[in-house]
């Protein structure tokens, strides 16, 4: 029987209120998802318990083989890649962008020794893959906003996660920044070797031919769940966001507007 990349059932999160209301999902390798919802429907929550940094109030947790509470939880979270924002406040300026990539094999931040030549001959690669090897010299602080998104997955992909979950990758990101990085994005889900990404947007237009799937949230229940052909539609993304909207499709992407 092959085991889903990852599975969550019945999962629940209080704090003080109900915040997740039993979600169950289920994301089978190969399958490339994307999470929509309203604000404060829950999607970071639900990210802060697969990636291990909340625990569930109730409900169970599967990464692979792994299920949370039966295993040490440190290891799970070596499974599941996450990629976020968040991140760029921790890493100190002056750290080489070799050095940030490298210190994704152990998941670690800002490296107090020099990682091994093998480790930064394959930063070095990544960072020619993404297209940034004028970055190999460069330190972390000064690099825009689309550079720092490319070394964080470049960082995110030293570590060969089953899962890599990117959390609104494209903010802070100018139109055309925007679409050579969601291209580059592109090229890298359809590698056979490509992680399952999960990326979390407020934007119909992000959702790239490569995602296969979708998780629409409500209220901090899932709303639908499926591929993009059955739940990505005006009726559903009008219920989540709770106003007449009209979703368009031109050659696999897609645009979103009020009705
Ligand atoms: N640790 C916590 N303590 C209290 N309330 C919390 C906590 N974490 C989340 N919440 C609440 O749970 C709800 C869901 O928050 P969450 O950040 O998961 O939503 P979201 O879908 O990611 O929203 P957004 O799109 O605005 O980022 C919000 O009402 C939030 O205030």
Redesign the pocket.
Known sequence: MNLPVLEVTDLTFR??RP?LKGISWRVEAGEHWCIL??????????INLITGYDSATGGSLRIGESVFGDDDWREVRRRVGLVTNTLTTYLESGEPVIDVISSGREAKLNLIEEPPAAVRREAARLLKQVGCEYLKEAVWGPLSQGEKQKVLICRALMAKFQVLILDEPCAGLDPVARENYLRWMESLAVQPDSPSLVMVT?HVEEILPSITHCLL?KDGQVHAAGTKEEVLNSRNLSEIYGAPLKLGRRKGRYWLHLA
């Open positions: 704090r003080g915040i919802g309203p604000n404060g429907c829950g999607k970071t929550s639900l407020h949230l």
